[in-house]
């Protein structure tokens, strides 16, 4: 059995195996946390709901983020997403005066509330690997030809060949910052903003709306990262590394 394999049982009867590891200073590519930003975007959105509302039973968030790059080689960071709401609400269906009672439904209504945010990042945990940058070098070679008639006999037209062309360039594949959401914290008010009384009066208090205005807070938080080259030490103690096979 291979030394990277070595089994052996324990009192229940299971494998365990030893892995094959490297020793010592190594060199290694891991992701390197460049900044945890915590940052904040605000928004007003209003919402149109299809029916007559009466009122508004539950509200699910969701923070969504479409976009987020760290545009090196400058401090700039640009994020774009969207807060993903499902709103439940009891849709009016009948108005019983005889009874004093209100029919209602509930109905579910989704909508994506967008947001965008530019902003700086001046306090790195570890500073990025800024981007090298292409190269492109055109060159040429002399070459010599006879002169027309016209010209003494001896010289010679010294040029290059326009008839060719000769270039070396140069392209690195940089590695991209890239980003995580780690938490976030929506606080929301929602008014109606046309909400009417029911035409009976034994509902004065009940009323029925079909447009909100929401204002919206929403504080996250983000890891940006990048794969960097780093040296780590590896040292183990044979006996006390157990794996289960």
């Known amino acids: 059995m291979s030394d990277n394999k070595k089994q052996k049982h324990d009192d229940y009867g299971q494998k365990h195996y030893r ?3 490297t020793l010592g200073k190594v060199l290694t590519k891991v992701p390197v946390v460049l900044a945890e930003p915590s940052l904040q975007v605000h928004t007003i959105h209003k919402t149109c709901f299809p029916e007559d509302v009466l009122e508004i039973k539950d509200v699910k968030k969701t923070l969504i983020l479409t ?32 009874v004093t009672t209100v029919s209602s439904d509930l109905h579910s209504h989704t909508e994506h509330i967008p947001f965008d945010l530019i902003t700086e990042i001046n306090d790195f945990i570890t500073k990025p690997i800024m981007p090298k940058r292409n190269d492109r070098h055109e060159f040429d070679f002399l070459v010599s030809s006879p002169l027309p008639s016209g010209y003494p006999e001896k010289d010679e037209m010294l040029s290059s060949d326009l008839s060719q062309f000769h270039q070396a360039s140069s392209e690195y594949y940089n590695e991209l910052p890239y980003c995580e959401l780690v938490s976030s914290k929506i606080i929301e008010w929602v008014e109606a903003v046309d909400r009417c009384p029911l035409d009976a009066a034994e509902f004065f208090n009940e009323g029925t709306f079909k447009e ?4 919206l807070v929403i504080d996250f938080t983000i890891k940006i990262l990048q794969n960097q080259q780093m040296y780590v030490s590896s ?7 157990d794996c289960e096979y």
């Not at 997403?81 to 439940?88: A, L, T």
């Not at 909100?212 to 204002?215: G, Q």
């Open 235 to 241: 040292t183990t103690n044979d006996d006390e590394y």
């Open 67 to 98: 976009q987020c790059r760290l545009l090196l080689p400058t401090n700039k960071l640009f994020i774009k997403g969207y807060v993903r709401k499902n709103i439940q609400y009891a849709a009016l269906t009948e108005l019983n005066p005889g």
């Open 19 to 21: 892995p094959q590891i």
């Open 212 to 215: 909100t205005e929401d204002k």
